[in-house]
């Protein structure tokens, strides 16, 4: 069984190597991704990690708060991502509904 893991505070010059290298030390990285900005293309600082869940565990303790690239990681369990509510169109309270 694998686990998925929130990866913080990446300097904005990591490479998906650099992180799958970092995170191969604690057990076989299945993906990285890297999460960049939609409209500038620019690396949004975080991305997730998913690995063997023994290694994902080890990963957690062993980098969470540790320096990588002159930042402090910040590293722990991916939730799920909850739906969104609202957005365009449907009725909000307190709006007008043209």
Known sequence: ????????????????DELRDLFAAYGEVTSVKLIEDR???????????EMAADGADAAMQ????????????RVNEAEERQPRSGGFGGDR?????W
């Open 93 to 97: 309270p307190g709006r007008n509904n």
């Open 1 to 16: 069984m694998s686990k998925k893991l929130y990866v913080g505070n990446l300097p904005f010059s990591t490479n998906e």
């Open 39 to 49: 409209e500038t293309g620019r690396l949004r600082g975080f991305g997730f990690v």
């Open 62 to 73: 062993g980098l969470n708060g540790k320096a990588f690239g002159g930042r402090d990681l």
